[in-house]
């Protein structure tokens, strides 16, 4: 019956910090008063949403001289669209609704801030009846059968 003593504990195994506790400022100040080495490392872009490292035409696109930017609609396009649409007597916010697109869009159009996208100026273009593209801009859309 000497196994069996009431008084002694026995610890199979005791848990070490967590890595939460190890790594928090008053662990680190604790183990530099003890003398321990504590090694500290700046990680890159810590706490950011880059997942991958530099390409190698960084270097390439930084010495690249000219602007590279999207080309616009043309003012002409523009007016012509803030022409037609008041013709028919139609708002911004009532072409955008016969059209399916934002009320922005529109604007974007008129104001020649937007990248051109041929499915909005044909819908556009059919729904003022001015052509928008090509050589006759601003000529009335000949109405032909759609052909499928």
């Known amino acids: 019956m000497a196994e069996s003593d009431w008084d002694t504990v026995t610890v199979l195994r005791k848990k070490g910090p967590s890595a939460a506790q190890a790594k928090s400022k008053q662990a680190i100040l604790a183990a530099q008063r003890r003398g321990e080495d ?20 960084t270097a390439k696109l930084d ?19 803030q022409q037609g649409r008041q013709s028919k007597g139609l ?11 934002k009320p922005q869009v529109i604007a974007d ?3 020649g801030r937007a990248i051109p996208n041929n499915q909005v100026l044909g819908k556009i273009e059919r729904a003022i009846s001015l052509k928008l593209r090509g050589r006759d801009i601003g000529k009335p859309l000949e109405a ?4 499928k």
């Open 91 to 101: 708002t911004q916010k009532d072409l955008a609704t016969k059209i399916n697109e």
């Open 144 to 147: 032909g059968p759609k052909g």
């Open 38 to 57: 504590v090694e500290t490392s700046k990680k890159w872009a810590a706490g950011q949403n880059k997942q991958h490292s530099i390409t190698k035409n």
């Open 109 to 111: 159009y008129e104001c």
């Open 63 to 81: 010495r690249e001289t000219e602007e590279l930017h999207h080309d616009r609609v043309p003012l002409e396009v523009g007016k012509v669209i």
